[in-house]
């Protein structure tokens, strides 16, 4: 099965710096790589996936990059701010029409420091 | 965060019950997933299911179980037979794609 690794597990960064946490994932077929951000005590929430035709897609601050070659895709927090701190998720799977087998990773604690 | 809903929020049981939490969503999803998170853990797949009277194991199954009678409903039962049942437990629906996810129902097993 899919085996998705992330690094690194905490990441501390200054107000206004950026932040990259990049995973890796095994199953060459795994076709979708969403990334969830989740607060302490709440849901995850979707904040950025890309899907395997695509390298890179970005939104607002946000980015997300894809290397199908070397199974690998990365989140990039540009202007980082102290409500982007949380525990960042990645995950793979291959969507069909119907559902998608997530697999994820096991978080990265963000903290953005003043 | 309409949509996908979970109950109760916490429950506390004690060991060798058996209980069942709840997970509605009226997104009209066919596919439905049941996740166990522990703490500084990422989110592991107990049981999914992509169409009605039809689920599949996931990962960590041992010990649960489930039933999707309705499209809407995809109730968990944490049995007796599940050795460390205390965890947050995460339930989420799809049409291929994104998961949205529930609230989560917080479960302490004493």
């Known amino acids: 099965g899919e085996n998705v690794e992330q690094h690194p597990s905490t990441l501390s960064v200054q107000e206004g710096d950026s932040a990259v946490i990049k995973c890796t994932y095994s199953?060459?077929?795994?076709?979708?790589f969403p990334w969830y951000k989740q607060e302490l005590g709440k849901r995850p929430q979707l904040i950025i996936d890309?899907?395997?035709?695509?390298g890179e897609k970005k939104d607002q601050r946000i980015a997300v990059t894809l290397n199908k070659t070397a199974k690998h895709f990365s989140l990039h927090i540009t202007e980082t701010q102290p409500e982007d701190s949380a525990v960042y998720f990645c995950?793979?799977?291959?969507?069909?029409?119907?559902?998608?087998?997530?697999?994820f990773g096991t978080g990265t604690q963000l903290k953005v420091e003043l | 965060d309409g949509g996908i809903t979970q109950s109760p929020k916490y429950l506390f049981r004690k060991e060798g019950q058996n209980v069942t939490l709840s997970c509605e969503q009226n997104?009209?999803?066919?596919?439905m997933y049941w996740y166990r998170q522990d703490p500084g853990q990422g989110l592991r797949l107990i049981y999914y299911?992509?169409?009605?009277?039809?689920?599949q194991k996931g990962d960590i199954a041992e010990g649960y179980s489930v039933s999707r009678e309705k499209k809407e409903s995809f109730p968990l039962t944490v049995t007796s037979a599940q050795k460390n049942p205390t965890a947050f437990y995460l339930c989420?629906?799809?049409?291929?794609?994104?998961?949205?996810f529930g609230p989560g129902t917080r479960l302490t097993v004493t």
């Open positions: 989420a629906s799809s049409m291929g794609g994104e998961q949205y």
């Open positions: 997104l009209n999803h066919d596919a």
């Open positions: 995950a793979a799977s291959w969507v069909t029409g119907g559902g998608n087998k997530l697999t």
């Open positions: 890309i899907r395997s035709n695509v």
């Open positions: 199953d060459s077929a795994s076709n979708y």
């Open positions: 299911s992509q169409i009605v009277n039809d689920f």
